[in-house]
């Protein structure tokens, strides 16, 4: 098995990127007030100068009071902070990257912070609440591709809003978007992606990233079987989604029983569609041990069962979190195969814009 079978091109509607490798979506809160400054655009930059092939920007919230649980989590509208946007954008291409967006709504999720308004969830939320989040995401949307980013991608998975409204532990809604089954409880999600499809056009490409597990329960499962996973995800394509991220805590885990397929090889089977996989690539711990743990080491031997079930043609992406958090030319050294000059993760990295 060889680490170049991930530099091949990917292309997909109008996004075309130079290899598989994506840069994980991550909360970094440096955003001051919301608004992306230099210091944002120099992170990304870096980035992209270093070969990764797309960049998923940390969660950026939409037009709702409660829309974020820290202060300075980007915004993703008003003049000041699409400005922010414009200018990281320029950057990115500038260097010869792509980004896309992750347009995010927390939910109910408290932090240390007090937003102006109390947190959203599924069953505080009226149906002119509802009606009012789903035209903020489409005017994200719109954003976006105004903006020129590349493609866009929806927070649809860790227990936060859109998830919420999926997960029966959160969603006890009696009309029509609560439900007793999966398919059921899709409906806002459903309704999210036909209207920021409808604000980008046919060919602009939307990713939705979902995951079984939430932060309130690891053990959460929202699909028990692969007929149930159908169910939940065939809709979300007919409304347009194109790719779905599958996130899981560590991506070599098999999601159902009698398969070794991961939580991103079943999308992609019941879907048709293109998928990313994540969780913990490159790795000898899983994500939830940095903040229990001074550091999680990369990984000496290269990423074997990784390129063993992209082969396979279980999924079509890899997102990487931690290790290109820590190490902005983590892609370039996998290409060179410098696997003994990858920089070991450290928890105190979430502190800086490195």
Known sequence: MSIQTLFS??????????????????????????????????????????????????????????????????????????????????????????????????????????????????????????????????????????LGFDALEIHGAHGYLIDQFFWEGMNHRTDEFGGKTIKERSKFAIEVVKAMRQAVGPDFVIILRLSQWKQQDYTAKLAATPVELEEWISPLVDAGVDIFHGSQRRYWEPEFQGSDLNFAGWLKKVSGQPTITVGSVGLDKDFGDVFTNAESKSASVPLDELIRRYDRGDFDLVAVGRAILQDPNWVQKIQAEKFDELATFEAKSLGSLS
């Not at 955003?31 to 270093?50: F, L, N």
């Not at 649980?69 to 946007?85: C, M, R, S, V």
């Not at 102006?116 to 505080?124: G, H, I, L, Q």
């Open 9 to 146: 091109p990917f292309e997909y509607k109008n996004l075309v990127l130079k290899n598989r490798f994506v840069m994980a979506p991550m909360t970094r809160a440096f955003a001051v007030d919301g608004i992306p400054g230099d210091d944002v655009k120099g992170y990304y930059e870096r980035r992209a100068a270093a070969e990764v092939g797309l960049i998923l920007t940390e969660g950026t919230v939409i037009d709702r009071p409660s829309s974020k649980n820290l202060k300075d989590i980007p915004n993703f509208y008003g003049e000041q902070a699409l400005n922010g946007w414009k200018n990281v954008v320029g950057a990115v291409h500038k260097k010869g990257g792509k980004i896309a967006p992750q347009i995010w709504h927390v939910g109910n999720t408290p932090m240390q912070w007090t937003p102006p308004a109390p947190f959203e969830s599924p069953d505080t939320m009226t149906l002119a609440d509802i009606e009012h989040t789903i035209q903020a995401f489409a005017n994200a949307a719109k954003a976006a591709k105004d």
